[in-house]
C-alpha cells in the first residue's frame, strides 16, 4: 500500500509578501459614461502607441520598476484584455 500524503508533508508556504499601498494612479473612479470611457481608453493607448516610438526612457511602474517598452506593450495587452474578457466584451 503506498504512504498516504499528509499535511506535514507539504511543501512550506512562503512568508506573505508586504502590503504596498497602491499608487494614486492605480486607484479605481467612479464610471463616466460608456463613450466618455471608451474614449478615454482609445486616447490612452494612442499615447501608448506614440510614446513607444519616442527614445526617451519609459517612466517605472509603480508595482513592476522598469519595465522596457515591449513590458509596457505586453503588460497593456494583458491588462486591457483581461478586463475585456471579465466584463465579456
Known amino acids: 500500500m503506498a504512504p498516504v500524503a499528509t ?7 512562503p512568508a506573505a509578501l508586504p502590503a504596498l499601498a497602491p499608487a494614486p494612479e492605480l486607484l479605481a473612479r467612479p464610471p463616466a459614461t460608456w463613450q466618455a470611457d471608451v474614449a478615454e481608453l482609445q486616447a490612452l493607448v494612442d499615447r501608448l502607441v506614440a510614446r513607444g516610438r519616442e527614445a526617451t ?10 519595465l522596457s517598452r515591449r513590458a509596457w506593450g505586453v503588460l497593456t495587452y494583458r491588462h486591457i484584455d483581461h478586463h475585456l474578457r471579465q466584463f465579456g466584451a
Open 7 to 13: 499535511a506535514s508533508d507539504a511543501p512550506s508556504v
Open 57 to 66: 526612457p519609459w517612466p517605472e511602474h509603480p508595482a513592476f520598476g522598469k
